[in-house]
């Protein structure tokens, strides 16, 4: 004989079964012995609810639709020597208590009771929800100061709902965490603001206040300073010792995934995100969800960019139409000297740091990201350009041998951004900050386009209509 502790509960779950009738649920396990259901004992099926799952329990002498629990026997086999299984096909019983779009049901087993429910198929959820949604190209917009946003909204989505939090920073004297917010506010209309930080959300009472909006896009900026080659490694690792990393926002960003169940994610980092342990995990989980995954690496020349932004975009969709990468363009020909710089320099817009020992530093050990007159292109701005670090972005006139810093408004003009986009509501700090750690708008837009017309052609095909 053998000898097995017996649990208060166990739990399962298992798969629904195809059969000639429809489908059926096989329950074959160790577990319905050590809770009564043994070879031969008697059991009644039992619908909980419509839609609710089915109890089993053991049979009364007054019962009248009565089965029995079945055996297989498995001669000199360990790994499952007291198996016994329950066949559960009753298409009468099956049809109220499980939905249609069922795929897994989760058993629990008491002694002398079997509860049946079924798990909910968040994809088919998702699908079934954006098919009858009266606003397909609902937007839940996180972790953007709002440049992002400008564009959604130029391209015809709408934010439904914006999570925008600036953490504070060691070198911060004041609280600086509405700034970003505040910035996006003054150039987007989302309808809900969730001002907190991702990394300590109530996602219930998330869902409860937004539970009237309708969402086809998560659009997220993962941080990315840990994903970056600009931050030093033993600052990475020293961040993982103080808690001050943000590696593991990915995985409230999973949280948020799962608990909303997007129809499409669109994750925007630098290329570091897209090779390393966390952006391949974030992939497999995002498959594992029912996600088809396209990974991409951009450079924003390749549409029309100004500047050598090289991002990774992380597309995520459970939509049935096919999604196409966005089509590229022309390099830049023009020089920026000629189509910017010159005129700023001649009307004194851009100031002289031709003696500041950092920017000295800088060019010196190669660190400087350096605009010449030949430049057909601007290296990419960081979020610690306005404190003119050895690793910002100068501009170096040979003729005039002079060095100069670029100001806001031409880093805005490089990024692509609008000029119509309003930085009044921060300071000048905060506005670099902003611009530094930005999309590039030709390159995001591009995108976009691409992300739109899959929206647009999978909602037509859910609906049988031609695009």
Not at 307 to 314: A, E, G, L, P
Request: hydrophobic residues 35%.
């Amino acid at each position: 004989m053998s000898k097995a502790n017996i649990p208060n509960i166990a739990t399962k779950q298992l798969k629904l079964q195809d059969c000639k009738a429809g489908k059926k649920i096989v329950i074959s396990t160790n577990w319905l012995p050590l809770f009564g259901f043994e070879k031969d004992t008697k059991v009644v099926e039992e619908l909980i609810g419509v839609g609710q799952g089915i109890k089993i329990r053991l049979a009364k002498r007054s019962d009248k639709r009565i089965k029995k629990v079945y055996s297989r026997e498995y001669k000199g086999r360990k790994n499952n020597p007291f198996e016994t299984l329950m066949d559960i096909r009753r298409q009468d019983l099956l049809e109220k208590a499980i939905p249609s779009d069922t795929e897994k049901v989760h058993v629990t087993f008491k002694y002398g009771v079997l509860t049946i429910v079924p798990i909910t198929n968040k994809r088919a959820r998702a699908i079934e929800k954006f098919k009858h949604s009266k606003n397909r190209l609902g937007t839940f917009l996180a972790c953007s100061s709002g440049v992002d946003g400008f564009s959604l909204e130029k391209k015809g989505f709408t934010i439904e709902t914006l999570l925008e939090y600036r953490p504070n920073e060691k070198r911060d004297k004041n609280d600086l965490s509405e700034t970003g917010a505040l910035n996006a506010l003054a150039n987007i209309s989302p309808k809900y603001l969730i001002n907190e930080d991702i990394m300590n959300l109530d996602l219930e009472k998330i869902a409860e206040l937004t539970c009237k909006s309708e969402t086809s896009l998560f659009h997220i900026s993962l941080q990315c300073d840990d994903f970056s080659n600009v931050k030093a490694k033993s600052l990475k690792d020293n961040s993982i010792i103080d808690t001050s990393s943000s590696l593991d926002m990915a995985y409230d960003m999973l949280r948020m995934v799962e608990k909303f169940s997007f129809p499409a994610i669109l994750i925007e980092n630098v290329r570091g995100f897209s090779q390393s342990d966390i952006g391949k995990m974030t992939q497999v989980r995002l498959q594992r969800l029912g996600y088809k995954v396209h990974n991409m690496i951009f450079d924003a020349r390749e549409f029309g960019g100004k500047t050598s932004r090289v991002r990774n975009y992380m597309f995520a969709t459970l939509l049935p139409a096919e999604f196409s990468l966005p089509t590229y363009e022309k390099k830049q020909e023009c020089s920026l000297w000629e189509e910017f710089i010159e005129s700023k320099i001649l009307n004194n817009e851009l100031r002289e740091v031709s003696h500041s020992k950092s920017i000295q530093d800088g060019i010196s050990t190669g660190r400087a990201r350096v605009i010449t007159r030949s430049s057909l292109s601007s290296p990419t701005f960081l979020k610690s350009q306005d404190r003119m670090a050895k690793d910002s972005v100068v501009i170096f006139d040979e003729i005039r041998g002079k060095i100069f810093f670029p100001s806001n408004e031409l880093a805005s003009q490089l990024m692509g951004i609008s000029q119509q986009f309003d930085f009044s509501l921060v300071s000048k700090s905060i506005e670099s900050e902003i611009i530094g750690q930005s999309i590039e708008v030709p390159l995001h837009e591009a995108i976009l386009d691409s992300i739109k017309e899959h929206i647009n052609s999978s909602y037509s095909q859910l609906h049988g209509k031609l695009f």
